[in-house]
């Protein structure tokens, strides 16, 4: 789970995912001290590959002659576990970083 870099406060499962999904803005509260918090680089990086994932599905069943609602199903599945897993990998930083 993500940890406050400023207070140290541990994030909960629900309110990691509620942060990171539910923001239109690039920062993050801490519940507990009420700083800015940003996602980290690695951790960017690490999300936006692992979001291409699903994409490159569907090139994959093509090639495998899998049914179309059958590779769209399955990238809906990655898709979905995907978001249910990324709090767990989530981290955060005191400054908003780029992505490369």
Same mark, same amino acid.
């Given at each position: 789970?993500?940890?406050?870099?400023?207070?140290?406060?541990?994030?909960?499962?629900?309110?990691?995912?509620?942060?990171?999904? @539910?923001?239109?803005?690039?920062?993050?509260?801490?519940?507990?001290?009420?700083?800015?918090?940003?996602?980290?680089?690695?951790?960017?990086?690490?999300?936006?590959?692992?979001?291409?994932?699903? @994409?490159?599905?569907?090139?994959?069943?093509? @090639?495998?002659?899998?049914?179309?609602?059958?590779?769209?199903?399955?990238?809906?599945? @990655?898709?979905?576990?995907?978001?249910?897993?990324?709090?767990?990998?989530?981290?955060?930083?005191?400054?908003?970083?780029?992505?490369?």
């Amino acid at each position: 789970m993500a940890n406050c870099q400023n207070c140290g406060y541990k994030w909960s499962y629900s309110t990691s995912l509620k942060k990171t999904f @539910l923001r239109f803005k690039r920062s993050m509260e801490c519940p507990n001290c009420g700083k800015k918090q940003y996602q980290s680089q690695q951790s960017l990086k690490r999300s936006s590959s692992l979001t291409l994932i699903p @994409l490159a599905l569907l090139p994959i069943a093509w @090639l495998l002659d899998l049914e179309i609602s059958t590779a769209y199903g399955l990238a809906g599945f @990655l898709l979905l576990a995907f978001v249910l897993l990324h709090p767990f990998t989530l981290e955060l930083s005191n400054e908003e970083q780029p992505l490369w």
